[in-house]
């Protein structure tokens, strides 16, 4: 195989990506938007709530952080929470293990880090098909997270213009998206 057939291999396994994942990316806005608005409710701060989503990458498990936010912040509670709430990663992880197995160790960390449950059900549906690539699953893992990372930045900086969330029923975000957690986890 020649480099420039290899590189037409890559753009296509990123291009087909960008396509599949683009209907999470939209569905994922509201929900990003509506975190960060209930973050700067609780004080935290546009830069702050990028920096959340920018390492932490997992919006049951923000969702959770932002409602039992405070002052002075319960940094212990709000690790074992988000450890609990993402342990489902775990299984998912190991269900495409056997998928991923041929990436390297930098990209299999990448993927894993970018793995949230849009992206693993999208893999899964991919490797049901075809080989899973580096390309495609990081493409995908990286436009979410791009995706997250500023619409949850916007939610803050606009949430301090909202006024009191409970006013659009925003409040009842978090036990919504928990019970529908709940619910796939069940199934």
Not at 8 to 14: I, N
Not at 42 to 58: Q, R, Y
Not at 149 to 155: A, D, E, I, N, R
């Amino acid at each position: 195989m020649s480099p420039k057939a290899g590189t037409s291999e890559t753009v296509a396994e990123m291009r087909a990506s960008a396509i599949a994942v683009l209907p999470a990316m939209i569905a994922v806005i509201p929900f990003s938007l509506l975190l960060g608005a209930l973050a700067a409710q609780k004080g935290i701060s546009p830069l702050e709530m990028m920096l959340m989503s920018a390492t932490v990458f997992a919006g049951s498990a923000q969702f959770v952080a932002v409602d039992i936010w405070r002052e002075p912040a319960p940094w212990l509670l709000l690790t074992v929470t988000a450890l609990l709430i993402n342990m489902r990663h775990l299984l998912m992880g190991a269900s495409l293990a056997s998928r991923t197995g041929h990436f390297s160790t930098g990209r299999s960390l990448l993927a894993l880090f970018t793995m949230v449950d849009e992206t693993w059900a999208l893999a899964g549906q991919r490797a049901a098909r075809a080989r899973l690539t580096p390309a495609y699953v990081l493409t995908m893992g990286g436009i979410l997270w791009i995706n997250w990372v500023g619409w949850t930045g916007l939610g803050a900086a606009l949430g301090s213009l909202m006024g009191d969330p409970a006013v659009y029923g925003a409040d009842f975000a978090f036990p919504a998206i928990f019970l529908t957690l709940l619910a796939g986890l069940w199934q």
